[in-house]
Each structure stands twice: as C-alpha cells, then as structure tokens.
C-alpha cells in the first residue's frame, strides 16, 4: 500500500480538514463535503461532463445493488461477499500506485493509528449494508438508511456537544415517522435487515464524528487527498473483513460456490463474473462520486443524492420484483423527502 515513514524532506504534508476527513457517506459514496465543489456556470462541455459523472453515478450504483443482490440469493454468505467487493478495489487503485499514474499516499505508523477506527466503521458501513442486502428487499434496506440524519445528529450532539439549529432537528421528524410507516408495512420485513441497515447508519455516522475529532486540523501523511483516502480505508476495511468474514462464515463459501455452479444456476466463470462486478461497480460508483460531487454545488448534490436513492429503490423493484404496498411507498416517499429536506437545512446552516 506504499506506506512509508514521513519524509524530513520536499513533498508536503497535505492538511487535512473537516470536509477531506468526511469523504465518504453511509453506502460507501463521496459526501458533498469530500470534494471542493465548483460553481455551476461552465460551458456546454462542462454541463455534459457533470451530467455524465452523474450518469456513471447513478448507473453503477445501480449496478452494484444488482450485482450484490443476485450474489447474495445465490450464496447466504454475507462477510465473504462483502470482503471480496472491499479487496476488489485493489486491483483499481494498486496499478494507479504502481505505474505512477496517482500519487501513492505515504502514511507513518502514527497515520495508520489515527486510521484504524476510522476504517473500522468504514467497515461497519459496508457489511452492515451489505447483510441488510441479503436479509431483505434492497428497497427496504434504503429506505432505513435514509435514515442515517437523525443518528448523525445524535452522535454529533453526544460526542462532540454540536447543537444545530431547530429547522434542522425538525426536517428529522419526516425522516423518522417515514422510515416507521414503511418498516410496519414493508411486505419482506426482518428485524436483521432493519438492525443491519441500522448498523451501517451507525458505523457512518460514527466515521464522520471520528473523522471530526481525529482528524480536523491535522497533517495526515503525504498525497492523501479525498480519493487516496477513500483507498487506503479500502485497504485497511480489506485487512480487518478477511479475518471477520473467516470467523463467521469460515470456508463456507467455497462449498456454497460449487453447490450453485454444481446446481447449473451459474458456471464457475459467470458466478465468478457476478461476484467481480459487484466489487467492481462498488467501488467505481464511489470512486465517480467524487468527480460527479466536485462539480456541483451543495443544493445539486442534496437533490441528486435524493434522487439517485429513489433510483435505486425504482430498479432494484423492477429488477427484482419486490412487490411494495401503498404503505411502504408513502413510507419511502416521506422519508426520502426528510432526507432532501435535512441536506438543503444544514447547507443553509453552514452558509450563516
């Protein structure tokens, strides 16, 4: 991961503040803050770049509920999906390092320290989401992480004593009552993809209290912008899964793998296909969020982030069927809208 000891000379140390340190959000894409956002006032090939980062976001994302989902019906093997998707993202970022094509970041053993619990609750955001994946509809799993607001602000008030404005904690009221109504009438509910959905929401917004108090202000090692930070979590999430997913589900998922190709629903090559894409498109959406966030300005990505969850719960009902009663959707529809509501009241916070 070419972690080396600080250097006494040339390269910079990068400083990084607030708004690089809460790079990522609860389903493993860029928050707005991760990235400079630029005025909206380029030209038409500007406008057409910012619609295709757009694009890209919203269709790998897309992907990836797909893949992760056909992967899971196949294989009830939730810690090993996850750590495969998590150690594909080697594969994108390590040839960058190696052929010098991005800075790779130098890190001292001291950054890796003030690292760890960040990329442990990084990995608890992804295999929490990705066991709510398994465990029920993909539509449910995001309507209760559009939730994840109202336990940012919690934490944010309990560890770090922040008290936001009142328009702010009353947008949380339609995010709470909305995630209520759908989870009493969602058709394929289980409490272990509520609590799991819950604990991805925990673990992000844990991230982003700790990426406050360990990182706001200080020097973290060299080249570590937004983008390299997103990998080295990546990397460090790969080392802390493999153990975990060998704990829990120990080599199961290797008989589970010839039990499905052996049952002729996959081939070795196609099931091996499904489980590269899904990491693939992972970390790709995540990887095209920055770009499409640093091209926009805060209310554009309030609006696209609330579209694209709408995007999402659309084709993963399409793709797979999932049947949603009348309850359920208006459920969604009022928590989604909290959401939207909660980004436009803290952006408005954070111009007084």
């Given at each position: ?59 790998f994302n897309i992907g990836y509920n797909i893949y992760n ?238 579209i694209k969850r709408v995007v999402i719960i659309i084709a ?24 939207l509501l909660y980004s436009l009241a803290m952006n408005a916070?954070?111009?007084?």
């Amino acid at each position: 991961m070419f972690i080396r000891a600080k250097s006494r000379h040339h390269t910079q140390n990068l400083n990084l503040k607030s708004s690089t340190s809460l790079a990522l959000s609860a389903d493993g894409g860029a928050r707005k803050e991760a990235v400079a956002p630029v005025p909206e006032d380029g030209g038409m090939s500007d406008k057409l770049q910012t619609g295709a980062y757009f694009a890209l976001w919203y269709l790998f994302n897309i992907g990836y509920n797909i893949y992760n989902k056909q992967a899971l019906n196949a294989m009830a093997f939730p810690w090993t999906i996850a750590t495969i998707q998590m150690a594909t993202g080697l594969a994108y970022f390590g040839p960058l390092w190696l052929l010098g094509i991005r800075k790779a970041p130098k890190l001292s053993g001291n950054d890796l320290k003030t690292l760890f619990p960040i990329a442990l609750c990084h990995t608890g955001v992804h295999v929490g989401a990705v066991i709510a994946l398994g465990a029920g509809a993909v539509s449910f799993a995001h309507i209760v992480k559009a939730s994840e607001p109202v336990v940012t602000c919690g934490l944010n008030a309990l560890l770090l004593g922040q008290v936001l404005p009142l328009p702010v904690y009353l947008t949380l009221l339609p995010i709470i009552g909305g995630v209520a109504i759908a989870s009493m009438k969602e058709l394929s509910f289980t409490m272990l993809a509520l609590a799991s959905a819950m604990l991805s929401n925990v673990s992000s917004a844990a991230r982003g209290v700790l990426s406050k108090k360990t990182m706001s202000g200080k020097q973290i090692g060299e080249n570590l912008d937004a983008q390299n930070l997103y990998a080295v979590l990546t990397a460090m999430s790969t080392v802390i899964l493999v153990p975990l997913a060998f704990a829990f589900e120990g080599t199961g998922f290797f008989t589970a793998f010839k039990e499905v190709v052996a049952a002729g629903t996959f081939t070795n090559k196609s099931l091996a296909t499904l489980l590269a894409l899904g990491g693939a498109s992972y970390y790709a959406y995540n990887e095209v969020a920055f770009l499409a966030l640093g091209k926009v300005n805060p209310v554009t990505h309030a609006v696209g982030n609330t579209i694209k969850r709408v995007v999402i719960i659309i084709a993963s009902v399409v793709a797979f069927k999932t049947p949603m009663s009348t309850g359920s959707i208006i459920g969604s529809s009022i928590a989604i809208f909290g959401t939207l509501l909660y980004s436009l009241a803290m952006n408005a916070t954070k111009k007084k």
